[in-house]
């Protein structure tokens, strides 16, 4: 079998080699035998992937993972060895001819209506539904749920990220090291490009998906120097390649002395630790169009801004421009306003242009809330380095996202409980998201798969799935068809291409942008209306009187 096509090439597998059929829950195979054992295996299903709530407390969540749903389905097919180990983890009584239905499956008469990736979604909106023979769409349920749920709960979580440090600040994820395993570290990197961070630390993810790299030096490599004798070749080549500087290390200790006795920064700092300077030049001379030094090692404002400053100068005197200082621990706020009159005072005293701008990077267990701080008190950082808290996604665990069954053979299907909030809505629906005048979204409505589109002017009743007193009209300036199809089968229905990465995040960004800033607050966020026609209302409450049993009392 030949993966299903796109624009004239193949899609490619899955990201992760580890995403195969049998990353799936073991009663999903138990449930497929089942189907198959009944004769029920073949009965036309739809199911909708959503999720009930928003993470962090928020009122919205990005939608990430859908590049990687196509890609399984597109190469969905059991090898032997699957097939085998399969049939030791079931039952003996299991027929063989339910083996050679699984040798025969692949996703071909499967279809996949999905709202695009990067998209700003919201609960009980279906993200993806999935059309198909019931046994196979069942065997697709914990892949999607996998697939879907880690990437949308990050992405929405750099988004947050993002919100908070605002459009003017770089946002660096370097969180692998702290990732949980390699595929959680890959996919971190890929998601918070999507919710809007700029670069990332992992190279892996560089090469794979073509994110910005950045990163400098760790606190070792200024610790494996112990003085300025360890610099063998004091030699460094002028940008231009015109001259050679023989000795930058005495250009160096020339600016550093300058400094020291300068008229603005006379007492700001005494001797500066060697082997940190010994360090700072032996990086610049590996990398003198890209000097970014880690300045906390010993002291930020007594020792690592004047050695920094002292190479960076003369750098400049060659003609490089250096890059900018990263801050590790202490008061971030505080130090960073403090390097930045330091560098404002050379600027000033010594004429360098744009040596007052020089570029600061914080790092060091930052999340949401420290940035906020940040933010409240006042500092002079550029570019925060975001790692723990951003790519465990430690204020929640998981998305939620559910995976529910609301029409089998044209009959639309019900999921009850106590619990409202875990009550399905039936039946194949259509979703739009209406939009107002001043151009942001207004409410997201769902209606029967046969009911008539929204349409632009015409006053609509929006009504709360569950709540009778729950309703207002809406007169949409604007109508957006949330469901694409993504994956057409064996239809000839016209099939959405995958976006390159890029683009999903630019998607992103451009609806973060359109939506109202009251729903994307930090504190007390208004919640955004999710709502269903009223004919789709009617019937939701029809079936659940219908499917719920009768009481007796006695």
Not at 192 to 218: E, W
Request: net charge neutral.
């Amino acid at each position: 079998m030949e993966a299903k096509k796109e624009n004239g090439g193949i899609i490619p597998g899955p990201t992760n080699p580890m995403v195969t059929p049998l990353l799936t829950d073991l009663y999903q195979f138990t449930m497929a035998y089942a189907y198959w054992k009944a004769g029920k295996h073949q009965e036309r299903a739809v199911f909708d992937l959503y999720f009930r709530k928003n993470p962090f407390g928020g009122e919205y969540t990005v939608f990430a993972g859908l590049e990687e749903v196509i890609r399984f389905i597109a190469n969905f097919r059991f090898t032997e060895e699957e097939i085998a180990f399969v049939r030791e983890s079931l039952t003996d009584s299991c027929e063989d001819g339910f083996f050679d239905y699984l040798r025969g499956i692949d996703c071909f008469d499967v279809e996949v209506y999905a709202i695009p990736e990067g998209t700003v979604v919201f609960p009980k909106i279906p993200l993806l539904r999935i059309e198909g023979p019931i046994a196979i769409v069942q065997l697709l349920e914990t892949p999607f749920v996998n697939l879907i749920n880690y990437a949308s709960l990050v992405s929405t979580n750099a988004a947050r990220h993002r919100n908070v440090a605002g459009k003017s600040k770089t946002l660096l994820e370097f969180g692998l090291r702290r990732a949980q395993g390699p595929d959680g570290g890959i996919g971190a990197s890929k998601y918070c490009y999507i919710g809007g961070f700029d670069a990332t630390s992992n190279v892996a993810a560089g090469k794979l998906f073509g994110i910005p790299l950045r990163g400098t030096h760790s606190h070792a490599f200024v610790s494996s120097y112990m003085g300025l004798d360890e610099i063998l070749d004091k030699s460094l080549r002028r940008k231009d390649g015109s001259s050679t500087c023989e000795d930058f290390v005495s250009l160096v200790q020339t600016w550093l002395s300058k400094i020291q006795w300068s008229n603005s920064l006379r007492g700001i700092f005494g001797e500066t630790n060697q082997s940190e300077l010994a360090a700072f030049i032996s990086y610049a001379q590996a990398f003198p169009n890209k000097f970014l030094a880690l300045v906390d090692t010993y002291d930020v404002m007594r020792s690592g801004v004047p050695n920094f400053c002292a190479v960076a100068l003369a750098l400049n005197d060659l003609g490089y421009k250096a890059g900018g200082i990263r801050l590790d621990s202490g008061d971030l706020a505080y130090l960073s306003c403090e390097a930045r009159k330091f560098f404002c005072a050379i600027e000033k005293e010594f004429g360098v242009p744009e040596f007052g701008k020089m570029f600061i990077t914080a790092s060091n267990d930052l999340n949401e809330e420290t940035i906020d701080a940040l933010n409240k008190h006042g500092h002079e950082i550029d570019a925060f380095g975001i790692g723990t808290y951003l790519v465990t996604c430690y204020a929640q665990a998981a998305l939620g996202v559910v995976f529910k069954l609301v029409e089998i053979n044209n009959q639309p299907r019900i999921k009850l409980s106590e619990d409202v909030s875990k009550v399905s809505i039936p039946c194949k629906k259509r979703s739009y998201r209406l939009y107002g005048k001043e151009g942001y979204p207004l409410v997201d409505i769902m209606t029967g798969e046969n009911e008539p589109s929204p349409k632009v002017g015409e006053r609509i009743l929006c009504r709360h799935p569950f709540q009778e007193s729950k309703r207002a009209y809406v007169v949409p300036q604007r109508v957006e068809e949330l469901l694409q199809c993504y994956w057409s089968g064996i239809s000839d229905k016209a099939r959405e291409n995958l976006p390159p990465l890029k683009a999903i995040r630019e998607r992103c960004i451009t609806q973060l942008e359109l939506m109202r800033p009251d729903h994307m607050r930090r504190l007390n966020p208004t919640p955004y209306k999710v709502s269903v026609s009223a004919k789709l209302y009617d019937f939701i409450h029809f079936l659940w009187l219908n499917e719920a049993p009768v009481g007796e009392l006695q």
